[in-house]
């Protein structure tokens, strides 16, 4: 680096000359910078106090919205400590031998959600009771919510206390609050182990129908990876994102393709690879959350890519495989066939469309959130025999492997629909 060669003074050759004039101008410095602020204080004054349309405007964008998403983050800030240090020397009590599985899912309790846990857990314990299914044998609901909900009684639940309060009602981005959930569940288990009751842990989503027990996990204690489902959506490498992504996957832990395209459902992870992921898919939630360029890009997805970069820092292996090979999930319309997967996933709306475009039959998870069908959970409609001139939404023909997929999982859910408690007394 150059170096300025140091300057002396003109005035008589000698730098105690400068003294004075030195002292002199800082003085009026001083004067002058009281004068100039006390100046601008006084305007900005009265402006605030003549409704000064520019400084409305600007304290107007410091919205109720952000100050809670801040308080949220300062929140998660100071749980994280804790959490962190307990999740991360989880493990080494827990069951770590065999290919049992003990499954997970998260919700804020929503009529939406519920209505879609109340169909996913009955066709669960459908499943349980089909030849390997004794390898399911633990199922818990992680509920990020204020107070107990209706199905407290009716599917296994353990509450954890919400980063945003107002989730209970509405808010915008309630899955933000799942690591955190995840979290406080693990450390809890802590102190009462027997709240994991086996090896590997599944988590997924609560639009999920099963189909069939999944296939006999690797044993535990073998290196072979773990799995996970790729995402199409999810794209670490998209030069658009690459900015954000270095945000949380900086040049030094190596390439972003490094980065699994996954999200954490549905995962399957060894205990102890839980407790190495949770915190930093933890602190990465909160990261984005809080930071404008990273919540914009990333999306309603935005969590997903907070755990797939999690796992890439702890060097967690995952098996990503695609439908029809995926053991995990098929995801009808856009999968027409199971495969080996052991659940689908209605992520998407089915719409059958004759040649006009007019619609003969939908099928839309969105469409299913009033309150009522919490404790009231109506059957869906089944499809019409088939019609080889039928196309979907986007133009695609509806295949008869992919109208037999669908009949197949309305079934599953019909019937499981049928056998849910009925309405009675349960925890508002």
Known sequence: MKHRPRRTSSIGGSNTQLVPWIALGFSGGLLLGYLFLGTIEAVVS???????????????????????????????????????????????????????????????????????TRIMHGTYKQVQALPGGERLVGFTRIL????????????????????????????????????????????????????????????????????????????????????????????????????????????????????PGSGPAPVMLRVHEWAKVIPDWERLTAHIEADKESKEKLGWVREMYAFSVAVALQNVKLELLL?????????????????????????????????????????????????????????????PPFQPRWHLHNKLPVTPELHKTLVMMLTHMNDAIDLLPKPSSRVS
């Open 46 to 116: 009265s402006r605030l106090h003549t409704g000064d349309n520019t400084i409305a405007q600007q304290a107007a964008e410091n919205t109720v919205v952000e100050v809670e998403k801040r308080e949220e983050v300062q929140k998660l800030s100071a749980q994280q400590s804790s959490h962190a240090q307990a999740v991360r020397s989880s493990g080494s009590q827990f069951p770590d031998k065999g290919t049992e599985i003990h499954t997970l899912c998260t919700s804020n309790g929503s009529p939406y959600l519920n209505f879609q």
């Open 144 to 259: 990020h919510r204020t107070k107990p909900d209706v199905l407290v009684d009716e599917v296994p639940t353990w509450r954890a206390d919400p980063l945003t309060p107002q989730c209970d009602e509405w808010c915008e981005f309630p899955v933000s609050d799942r690591p955190n959930a995840v979290a406080q569940w693990m450390a809890a288990a802590e102190n009462h182990p027997d709240m994991i009751k086996a090896p590997w842990l599944l988590m997924i989503e609560t639009d999920y129908v099963w189909l069939k027990p999944p296939l006999a996990p690797p044993a535990e204690d073998t290196r072979a990876p773990s799995w996970a489902f790729p995402f199409g959506y999810i794209v670490p490498t998209d030069p658009g994102i690459t900015g954000v992504m270095r945000k949380m996957f900086p040049e030094d832990r190596g390439p972003i393709s490094r980065v």
């Open 323 to 383: 439908p029809p090979k995926s053991p995990l999930i098929s995801q009808p319309p856009s999968d027409t066939v199971p495969g080996a997967a052991s659940m689908l996933h209605y992520t998407w709306g089915t719409m059958f469309l004759e040649s006009n475009d007019s619609k003969t039959w939908e099928f839309d998870k969105r469409t299913f959130t009033d309150k009522s069908i919490e404790t009231e959970t109506p059957n869906i409609p089944m499809p």
